[in-house]
């Protein structure tokens, strides 16, 4: 949920929208198409203050993530109590929350004061102010670097030195998402009901080349994995969870029609307890630390 949102960093540079990479310079339309389905300007906020006026919401209502999806970030290290684990983008503290349920300490690391102050306090998670481009930690301080939901806002390049200058000799990085079905009825709609206030499809997170990373030079051994979850919702909590998007205004009309279209949507799919299911697949993509070239 944060680092710049600047496209260009680098000779060649990957769209963290699109997915591809393109020469220094080139304009991506499908970033200005997800510029304009924000109703934004050029004058639009950062993103590491894009979720200010959302942080509670997200912390209420945004999906956690599945056990099998941290067992497989986990595999393979040390015994997670003797694990130092750098979470950036760390957002409401959700993912870190989950790390350190294992027992192991967790950086948390996030530019974004609403979000850090909306987190939920842990003994083992220390809350820090970075961003994925300049974290602020020390040079080979953790094990593992994770960052759930957030890999899109970063400058990636840049973000995945600064990962392999913080992390230790065969370190890991993991990059997660949680990434809605388009198959599932009540998940279909819930898109369809976003598209209806702006008039397209919003612009998918998540949907990337994940060998472009090796290709930086400062990770190797792309792994990808899927995982299925569904996370039940209330009306109230889908609601929520609509709110909770950065692209969805606080209050208006469109607002109100969105919500309406909700409630409809969560009536007619909700089980005898009130609950309706967003099914999403959650992608997590490992890679390893290659040693710096000296």
């Not at 709609?189 to 499809?201: N, Q, S, T, V």
């Not at 309706?276 to 070239?293: I, Q």
């Amino acid at each position: 949920m944060q680092g710049s949102s600047a496209h260009r960093a680098a000779e060649w540079r990957r769209c963290p929208t699109r997915g591809s990479s393109a020469p220094l310079g080139t304009v991506c339309s499908l970033c200005t198409r997800a510029r304009t389905l924000s109703h934004v300007s050029s004058s639009e906020p950062p993103s590491t203050v894009r979720f200010s006026d959302r942080a509670a919401d997200y912390a209420r209502y945004r999906p956690s993530y599945p056990p099998a999806a941290i067992d497989a970030i986990l595999a393979g290290l040390a015994a997670p109590e003797s694990l130092t684990v750098a979470d950036v983008g760390a957002g409401t503290g959700i993912f870190a929350r989950l790390l350190a349920e294992r027992g192991a300490r967790v950086l948390a690391v996030e530019p974004n004061a609403a979000m850090r102050d909306a987190a939920q306090p842990h003994s083992r998670v220390e809350w820090s102010d970075g961003t994925g481009e300049a974290t602020g930690l020390a040079p080979q301080c953790c094990d593992l670097v994770t960052v759930a939901q957030a890999f899109h806002w970063f400058d990636q390049p840049i973000a995945l030195r600064e990962f392999q200058r913080i992390l230790r000799g065969g370190g890991r990085l993991a990059v997660v998402w949680n990434r809605r079905s388009r198959d599932d009825a009540f998940t279909l709609g819930y898109r369809h009901a976003l598209e209806a206030i702006d008039g397209e499809a919003p612009v998918e997170r998540g949907e990337f080349d994940p060998t472009s990373v090796p290709r930086t030079g400062t990770f190797s051994g792309t792994r990808v994995l899927q995982f299925a979850f569904a996370h039940p919702l209330t009306a109230d909590d889908l609601l929520g969870r609509a709110l909770s998007t950065s692209t969805v205004p606080r209050e208006g009309p469109r607002t109100e029609k969105l919500l309406g279209i909700l409630r409809d949507l969560h009536a007619r799919h909700a089980d005898p307890e009130g609950r309706a299911a967003m099914v999403y697949t959650t992608m997590v993509y490992l890679w390893d630390r290659v040693d710096p070239v000296r």
